[in-house]
């Protein structure tokens, strides 16, 4: 029975002393009972020797299974390790077509094609190549092909007698499709219908017409919208005539979503590419770097800004340089984040966007003018000159209003242009309100002072 | 037959039109055609009068699946408008027992009692009162009763009437459950070993024992780890004698992981609450002005720690400011952020923490180096004094190490004394970066000018 398994760092020694001892048959037994999923995380946390032995031992459905739940790093260290007929007849062959065509796109072309030869299957063969010439982003490329499906037409015993042949090669069955004899989806025969009706119940009559399907060129996203506002655990694809191609599970929309997430958080933390805490420190580097770089041209800037004015005979005005840069920065990223987690969810329209500004500008507005208020009350409490006193607050009330409308415009802009808006939070918007937060209070300084 | 809607700006004008001469058949005709989903997402879209006015014409089944897809604020609107008898026969008797405990936990302490009286359809009822008992924030809080279970003794042919008999009750079957004489969970009937067997097989020899369950207690988070990793569509809930109690299905999930990862980017763009863009003016400001609060805080001890040192003699040291406070910020961000991810994802083993410092360590020194390299070059290039070059680059060296192994610290020691790390990420690393950053810079300064 596979349970669901803590993996303690206890644990892992015991498969470490084991593996140094060699005691293959020890270790078989006990991954006979854990869970694909944790076996890749096991592989995970072993060292690269550690992991490739545990997997080599694997029982070949057991490891394709692994496999898919590994991290890429680690995966395609063990496909460079195996020939291309090692990759069809143990791998390929044992997965769903969705997971096999994932594992045959991290080859090389050459690697792929001579793969391809060495499938047997004539039907994984057929499902794999048509399913290559989706577009990855699209819901052709997220879909397996295996599903159940039966015709409209079929009696009951016809239909009870088909499903049990297809559902002998599938893994998991989710749901039953009634398609007309062109192979257009008219439907679904829910397990419900199926429990309730009788056994000769003609299939026409218990057919559950509203069913959601997608089109095979639409954009992961939409799919991803799709299955979570309608709570779908399962979604058919279909062609521009409504033929059915193949069908989508929530899991990998899940994955989908949680990394989506996870993108926009790291963009706004001013990290570029997908990294995870384990990568390495070259890794990490080379994602952090462009951002930081970005910051030292704000940086720079900003000197050059401040150069220009008088600061030798108002040097006061340098107190404030850091409360003016930082309330510029934080303000401009609160502002970018809502408009971009507004546009995630699908729930800005358009027609509204310019709602959307002048509610913003109401924010920046009651925001400045509370913290200017409390400004100007704690700069003189704390013995600064009234006259820089008067310069911060009236440059901190200036400086909020400007980043909350900048920040808010930016990833509006950058959306109706096609570009990611959440590359507008984080790093690229606090070093433009920087800059600007900076013009701002000089100008405002040498006025006043 | 229900299909996906496009809502557009005049599709919404249409339906206005249509509430303004109180046209109700053929809005009840429009809205027969629209999945629940999409009329919540309309009436979202429309002015409170006209939403109240959808609502109250939709047939009761209908406004039941609609009012659990609401926005919590129209939702509340709509529930006190309705009394206690129309909210329990109108909405709570037609739901799932899941979906019934959201409508009904919004509600007061006094008209929840009144609304459970009656309740008339007794096993609705008892799982109700049975559901409020568990802590929302566990399994059993995010459980449903609705269920179809079958005994390991009885025949093939009892179980197909009793699974008849209970689907009649439920609207999705997802799983058929089986269980012993004391309603102990022993695994599954899947679909496809059903529609594989012949008729007359026992139920006990087609049973699938591997079958993950969660116990009642167990967190949310917890719940949605498993059935991310194990790709779960539903999942059985037990208590600590493995009683089985309930089940879970991932479209609530998914909503939880989708909250939780837009929480941490909420908190890294300093915003407290959770918030909408489309929420008022007053909401979006308190949301956001303790963020800015605490970097008032910080600019004010940054004016105070500056105006220690001895700035008049050295203002060119004011230049740089903006630079030496941004990129420690930035720096610190990026390493908290990684931190925050890991731990969210349960990839960070608490055995290697001092791995993870030690690396954090080595990005931040490589990532200073190139930086502060890049910097002694571009200031000299630009003419500043060497002794200021000097100064900016080495303060810059040091910055960036101390900002990313405190990054990577705080988060750490945050998850370890129970409170969100994600709390670490945003304005409070970047204010906090900012003043060590100052204190740095202006010692090394001081000492070498």
Redesign the interface.
Known sequence: ????LEIT?KFLKQVSTLIKSREQAAIIKIFLEI?P??IAEII??LNDDEGQYIFEILESQKSADTIIELEDEIRDNFLSELSPKEIAEDLIEKLESDDAVDIISDLSEDKKNKVLTYIEDKSQYNNITDLLSYDTNTAGGLMAKEL?KVNENWSTVEC?AE??KQ??R?????TIYIIDNNNILLGLL???NL??SEKSTPIKSIIK????SVKSYEKKEVVAN?M????L?VLPVVDKNNKLLGRI???DV??Y??ED??K???M????SED????D???E??RA??P???I??V???L???I??VFD??NN?EL??????????G???G??S????V??LA?N???S?NISN?LI?EF??GL??GI??SI??LF??II?G?SFALSITVSISLLSV?IFAAIFGTFIPLILNKNNIDPALA???FI??VN?ILG?IIYFSIGQAIL
Request: hydrophobic share 50%; with cysteine; net charge positive.
């Open positions: 029975m596979l349970k669901k760092s869970h999923a944790d995970e946390n159940i009870l499903m049990r559902a002998k599938i893994k998991k069955v989710h829910s397990l419900r429990l309730v017409k509203d069913i959601i799709i979570n506002k309608y709570d655990v599970t929530i899991d899940i994955d979503v949680k997430a996870e926009d958080y790291q706004a933390s001013g990290i990294i995870e805490s384990n390495n420190i070259f990490l580097t952090r770097l951002w930081l770089i910051g030292m704000g940086g720079i900003g000197a050059k401040i150069g600061l030798e040097f340098a107190f404030f340089i850091p409360l003016i840069a930082a309330m920065g934080n303000v990223v609160q970018a984040a809502i408009v987690q507004g969810n729930n800005l329209q027609n959307k509610r109401g924010v009651l925001n509370i913290c409390i400004i704690v700069t704390l600064f909020i939070t984080g790093p606090t070093t920087d900076l």
